[in-house]
């Protein structure tokens, strides 16, 4: 087993809803990541969870707030969003940051805020 | 920090013909290094991998890459391209016991009939 699920594909909210997105891998792997993808833009890191370890924040504003319940799952805590969070939001998972391998990415959740 | 540029926004060309995208790295050290596909709406693929050894990288669906340190660069080639590699290719490179990697802004390939 090779993937990386997320759910859900798509999502629609408003500006003062709370919703969350969900990663989930079986591979084993200890290092997972959220990325959020403009349009015509490659993506941009947003999370790093290391051995289920927050290790990365890249500046992201607290209305996102991650949470890594254990080593197969990532969420991403979503609250009074902005039109301009609409994109695409990548999950990704790698064996070990530290011995660094591929990272398998997710088919993404496409996030609109209306 | 390392850094990837991908000069060429677009490319275009003929099904059947060559393929070649260019990936240009900033790092210090040797750097690990991806090449990924995006078709449009989905999530990325790797195609191939770069982290030590054999310069000449093969990958799937019949791409191959090769590192050349002197010029910092690290190219996709594709001898003959099909309709549906029509897509984006994003060149991504990182750093051992780094928790990142970084993508270049992508090339969009178009295939011609």
């Known amino acids: 087993d090779t993937e990386v699920t997320q759910t859900p594909k798509h999502l629609v909210m408003g500006m003062t809803n709370k919703k969350s997105l969900k990663c989930e891998q079986h591979?084993?792997?200890?290092?997972m990541y959220w990325y959020k993808q403009k349009a015509k833009k490659p993506p941009e890191l947003m999370f790093v969870?290391?051995?289920?370890?927050?290790?990365i924040n890249e500046s992201v504003p607290s209305r996102f707030s991650p949470e890594c319940p254990n080593s197969s799952l990532l969420n991403l805590h979503l609250h009074a969003l902005q039109p301009e969070d609409s994109a695409l939001y990548l999950c990704?998972?790698?064996?070990?940051?530290?011995?660094?391998?591929?990272?398998?990415f997710g088919q993404g959740t496409r996030l609109t805020v209306v | 920090a390392q850094s990837v540029t991908q000069p060429d926004i677009h490319i275009t060309v003929s099904e059947g013909a060559s393929l070649e995208l260019r990936c240009n790295y900033s790092?210090?050290?040797?750097?690990?290094l991806f090449w990924y596909v995006q078709s449009p709406g989905q999530g990325l693929q790797l195609l191939l991998k770069?982290?030590?050894?054999?310069?000449l990288v093969q990958g799937i669906k019949g791409f191959e890459a090769e590192f050349k340190r002197s010029q910092s660069s690290f190219n996709l080639r594709k001898p003959s391209v099909h309709w549906s590699d029509a897509a984006e290719y994003f060149c991504?490179?990182?750093?051992?016991?780094?928790?990142?990697?970084?993508f270049g802004k992508g090339t969009r390939l178009h295939i011609l009939p």
């Open positions: 990704a998972s790698s064996q070990d940051v530290k011995e660094y391998t591929e990272a398998f």
């Open positions: 591979m084993g792997h200890r290092a």
């Open positions: 969870y290391s051995y289920e370890k927050l290790s």
């Open positions: 790092y210090g050290a040797t750097p690990y």
């Open positions: 770069y982290f030590s050894g054999d310069t």
């Open positions: 991504a490179v990182g750093a051992p016991r780094d928790d990142k990697i970084i």
